[in-house]
T-cell receptor, first 114, second 114 residues
Framework: DAGITQSPRYKITETGRQVTLMCHQTWSHSYMFWYRQDLGHGLRLIYYSAAADITDKGEVPDGYVVSRSKTENFPLTLESATRSQTSVYFC?????????????FGEGSRLTVL | KNQVEQSPQSLIILEGKNCTLQCNYTVSPFSNLRWYKQDTGRGPVSLTI?????NTKSNGRYTATLDADTKQSSLHITASQLSDSASYIC?????????????FGKGTKLTVNP
């Protein structure tokens, strides 16, 4: 099916472990984004990508790594997970830049770090 | 500081009733304002995107208004249905240092009871 999919939907891990959240979109959108959503906060941008092999930091990038070797995939890696990274993570894509493009979100990945 | 404030934080109404959600922002320079609906456990879905020149925009039973002078927006829901129970997020697009960013509100949680 066309759209944007995230995996896993739920993940429990331990402090210090590496975790990778996957994001795949079938629209060939240029822009892809990773957000985290926590109680008491609006969605906060972690990293974004304007095209394959082009990535840039958002407002809360510390502790996260991204890559984008293919247009359709944008994985997010927590190299050494911490409890403060317990959150719901949303991947999103857009055909155009944030100024004009509509943002399409995945269903989210709920991560718990023990 | 760019901020988006939404009110109320939560709202409970009876099915069939109308309601209005508020969004005030201190974001400049302004590019556009968006309303998203987020069902529990799902990703946000776009309802409307409004530019500076648009005062009103409708999407079915949802009508968004924008007053760029007072930096206020509202989302009016007519003849509410149980499926309207969700969080509604106001998002403002800002232009900073040549790059665009989205500023998210914390959302209004709407519960529609039978």
């Amino acid at each position: 099916d066309a759209g944007i999919t995230q995996s896993p939907r739920y993940k429990i891990t331990e402090t210090g472990r590496q975790v990778t959240l996957m994001c795949h979109q079938t629209w060939s959108h240029s822009y892809m984004f990773w957000y985290r959503q926590d109680l008491g906060h609006g969605l906060r941008l972690i990293y974004y990508s304007a095209a394959a092999d082009i990535t840039d930091k958002g407002e809360v990038p510390d502790g996260y790594v991204v890559s984008r070797s293919k247009t359709e995939n944008f994985p997010l890696t927590l190299e050494s997970a911490t409890r403060s990274q317990t959150s719901v993570y949303f991947c999103a894509s857009s055909e155009f830049s944030l100024a004009t493009g509509e943002l399409f979100f995945g269903e989210g990945s709920r991560l718990t770090v023990l | 500081k760019n901020q988006v404030e939404q009110s109320p934080q939560s709202l409970i109404i009876l099915e069939g009733k109308n309601c209005t959600l508020q969004c005030n922002y201190t974001v400049s320079p302004f590019s556009n304002l968006r309303w998203y609906k987020q069902d529990t456990g799902r990703g946000p879905v776009s309802l409307t995107i409004m530019t500076f020149s648009e005062n009103t925009k409708s999407n079915g039973r949802y009508t968004a208004t924008l007053d760029a002078d007072t930096k206020q927006s509202s989302l009016h829901i007519t003849a509410s249905q149980l499926s309207d129970s969700a969080s509604y997020i106001c998002v403002v697009s800002a232009s900073q240092g040549g790059s665009e960013k989205l500023v998210f509100g914390k959302g209004t949680k709407l519960t529609v009871n039978p």
